[in-house]
Nanobody, 115 residues
Framework: QVQLVESGGGLVQPGGSLRLSCTTS????????MGWYRQAPGKQRELVAS???????NYADSVKGRFSISRDNAKKTVYLQMNSLKPEDTAVYYC?????????WGKGTLVTVSS
């Protein structure tokens, strides 16, 4: 059974930082593409960042230079370091794994950026 469990969300002031973690089980993590998506109230879910098995990364324009995605294959965990947070970053953040045409999702963690 595949499980993706996000953690690290919370309330942070504008300009602050958070690090999200996603711990996985039941998948061959090292050969899976991993990603972070987010969904703000009333908006569609959007890709924030992705990292492939070889380590290459991709970011949404809105987070380039502020967010950084990384992975630890030994811990089967993917991270999202978020710096210089803005109110518009407020959303539920979801971890995603992609392997052999199948996408797996976590339940999400809420990030609220507010003063």
């Amino acid at each position: 059974q595949v499980q993706l469990v996000e953690s690290g969300g919370g309330l942070v002031q504008p300009g602050g930082s958070l690090r999200l973690s996603c711990t996985t089980s039941g998948i061959i993590f090292s050969s899976s593409a991993m990603g972070w998506y987010r969904q703000a109230p009333g908006k569609q879910r959007e890709l924030v960042a992705s990292i492939f098995s070889g380590g290459s990364t991709n970011y949404a324009d809105s987070v380039k230079g502020r967010f950084s995605i990384s992975r630890d294959n030994a811990k089967k965990t993917v991270y999202l370091q978020m710096n210089s947070l803005k109110p518009e970053d407020t959303a539920v953040y979801y971890c995603n794994a992609y392997k052999n045409g199948i996408m797996y999702w976590g339940k999400g963690t809420l990030v609220t950026v507010s003063s």
